[in-house]
């Protein structure tokens, strides 16, 4: 089964790109941006909000769904959609970033990851196939290929052996994907080689090869200055095939997202709008606000004039900051659907202007404003 | 200005009885139940959910309030509907109960108590002007009186005392919601006398006197056993006067409500649906359920089969039970829905059940599906 992703418009001046991307549970339109649902719920969100502020997708982790509640009881419901209310494409990842940052990484071996639970220390093998399997049981719309990340800085040889040992995984999740789903639901492949650029450009091209319906830049946001970033980005990106979506995955700020789709990149997920929100953090066109702040005491105006979210809308930033000083529920809720809608609403925007041809005045204006605080 | 009751229908074998409260921001149908909003918030829901479940009107904590945000900041708003985004009646407590309960009080004088704050230590004086003075401020629809609330057990010779206090400064709130509002909003007496049937006369007597537009039963659920609160319930609420609601505070479980409603009670508020729900304790027809239980890891089913709430037509035993395990924030919005929706059901079939003639059968089918667990 095809996937199709039809690139809708080009920018003249950047490699910024419209598209849309045909999935089990709906197409998505890109440049998108992905709320994250790791435990099969995006903290604090109802689907139905998720959906008023725009998420045309939404992503689920698998190492934390496998390990609760586990397949034995997303099986019950036939995936992830049904036990979580949500109908529209789901994308999971592989596990392998969490086996290698959250748990107690036991062994790598060519087999796969050994790893001891984060939660009770149980003992579990992740593998290619099982990895993918897992995925199945989930039934998300992307899957993505069981990959090594590594962490920056690391020796060259380290990341060359991270990515040949990628490419082996990758194919032997191809083959699982094949033989159990026909193809039905999309697989990605993740490219990696760190900051290097000859070793980018062999995995991209060992991948390549391989004609997943998808590819993702892996191990970038992993502790790199924000300019190196981009640079894989700039050189990274093109080395994809151009009628595959490119995604890059686990980024980032407002302004990454902005200067990232200007390099290519189509799909993005990040935790943090979500996370920051708990955390106080407000974002607007003029950059990011905390409502902690004394000054917002006082203050009847939303936490975005240029905002209309449901929580800018209806509440005031004194609300608001009433809310989070207290700790009330409400508070991480309120703070998580503006920032939710606030990414979301930068994606059309840039959706928009490319579709406009008008995204260098896009990004130039953004930049002003951001810049402006 | 008047706040009229009219009792609509009177059950002819028992005291329960149909009403309604015209109240400044719209008529209230009784019995009613209040869910609890005491930071101007009822935990974790929005107010379009408190509608849509069938919210009337809901209560804030004046203690609180004054604490934090404060008058300086509600004032901003004209009080708290459009602080808070509630545009339905609001029934503030007169803070006494919490300065008692929660503050660290210093001394009671007949001035009024003096408290220092539970979370600063700063130091205040609330009295019978004070307290209604800050709930104008927060323009709730049902002020209450400033009283003095006894635990249990007590001497008597105490309990009198702190009714007599009680009488005494209830004549001067009234006098203060006089002079400052013309009687616009309403003001409840709260009938004292702990467990001790003459002192609850004298009480009920001495505040009948005043002509409040209600009245309330204080001091219940404070520790004594429950056939002793119904008993009170039982010869206390025909003292107060028919023509007016009554209201008996922070109580109960489902079952008490049945059995207060019997003996006559109109108006009920308590934290347990809430505050339950984020313990993971639900309430169903046939008793409380703890979604923790390990049965329910795969129990694709609703909380209740027979609830028409959000949580139940769209979720799972098994996902609200993986929630709860995860501790994720929709958890608790969930599962207070859902106890929320139960109580104000319950309230709904009672009224329906009074209205219909058919009370008596709607306690015995109460008692029978909530005993059968």
Not at 12 to 25: C, D, F, N, Y
Not at 214 to 219: I, R, S, T, V
Request: charged share 25%.
């Amino acid at each position: 089964m095809s996937h199709p992703f039809n690139v809708t418009a080009q920018s003249q001046t950047t490699r910024a790109r419209a598209g849309e991307l045909k999935l089990v549970h709906g197409t998505i339109k890109t440049p998108v941006f992905m709320p994250v649902g790791t435990l099969a719920s995006v903290k604090s969100l109802s689907p139905e909000e998720l959906k008023e502020a725009g998420a045309q997708i939404i992503l689920g982790n698998t190492y934390h769904l496998y390990l609760r509640p586990g397949c034995e009881v997303i099986d019950l419901f036939s995936g992830l959609h049904r036990f979580m209310n949500w109908d529209r494409p789901i994308l999971t990842d592989s596990g392998g970033f969490q086996v290698f940052s959250l748990a107690k990484l036991t062994k790598i071996t060519e087999e796969g990851a050994a790893f001891q639970s984060h939660i009770d220390g149980s003992k579990h093998l992740l593998t290619p196939e099982k990895s993918v399997e897992v995925q199945i049981s989930l039934n998300s719309d992307i899957m993505m290929c069981l990959d090594q990340c590594i962490e920056y800085p690391a020796e060259k040889e380290a990341v060359r052996a991270a990515l040949e040992i990628t490419t082996r995984w990758a194919k032997r999740c191809k083959s699982t994907w094949t033989e159990k789903t026909g193809g039905k639901n999309a697989l990605f492949g993740i490219v990696q080689g760190g900051m290097f650029e000859d070793l980018r450009r062999q995995s991209a091209e060992e991948l390549g090869e391989m004609d997943f319906p998808g590819y993702a830049l892996g191990g970038l946001s992993v502790g790199e200055p924000n300019q190196m970033m981009y640079d894989v980005a700039e050189y990274a990106l093109p080395l994809l095939p151009d009628n595959k979506p490119k995604y890059i995955m686990g980024v980032g700020t407002p302004e990454d997202l902005v200067e990232l789709v200007a390099r290519g990149a189509d799909m993005f997920d990040c935790v943090m709008p979500s996370r920051n929100a708990r955390n106080g953090q407000l974002f607007t066109r003029n950059g990011a606000i905390n409502i902690s702040n004394a000054r917002f005491r006082t203050d009847t105006g939303p936490a975005d004039p240029e905002c209309d979210c449901y929580t800018c809308r209806n509440y005031s930033r004194a609300y608001l900051r009433h809310l989070y000083m207290n700790r009330e529920l409400l508070a991480y809720r309120l703070n998580t659907l503006h920032n939710i809608h606030f990414y979301i609403r930068l994606m059309e925007r840039m959706r928009a202007a490319i579709t406009d041809g008008e995204f260098d005045a896009f990004r130039r204006n953004f930049h002003a404003h951001w810049q402006a605080r």
